[in-house]
């Protein structure tokens, strides 16, 4: 006789310890840019997404999931210097900051200090 198997039921998971390093950097581009909720919402929309100011608020508060799509437009959004700035617990940068950190960086080279 065949074994019944119960349908498994999709169970929602809570946002990981990533997640949480991506609500920080949201929050901090964000308010680093003087934006509110909603203007970040408003360039999201601009770049084709469907994130809100409630999404907005719940990533920030950690309450939802980043998908890797979200990532993408949330970091365009924010001028970071790419998806990957969010995932890191460090300050997040935008792509101006990231760009003059290399400049004085090639400066250093040149003049032998690294």
């Known amino acids: 006789m065949a074994e019944r198997h119960e349908p498994r039921l999709r169970l929602k998971h809570a946002p990981g310890p990533t997640n949480a390093i991506v609500a920080r ?29 409630t999404a907005v608020s719940r990533i920030e508060a950690n309450d939802r999931r980043v998908t890797v799509d979200d990532l993408t437009m949330l970091a365009g959004a924010l001028g970071a ?31 032998g200090e690294l």
């Open 25 to 53: 950097q949201v929050r901090a581009l964000r308010e680093g840019l003087g934006w509110t909720q909603v203007d970040l919402a408003g360039a999201l929309r601009r770049r084709g997404s469907h994130l809100d100011q």
């Open 81 to 111: 210097n790419s998806p990957y700035s969010l995932l890191s617990d460090g300050p997040p940068m935008t792509e101006a900051q990231a760009r003059a950190q290399i400049w004085q960086m090639a400066e250093r080279v040149k003049r």
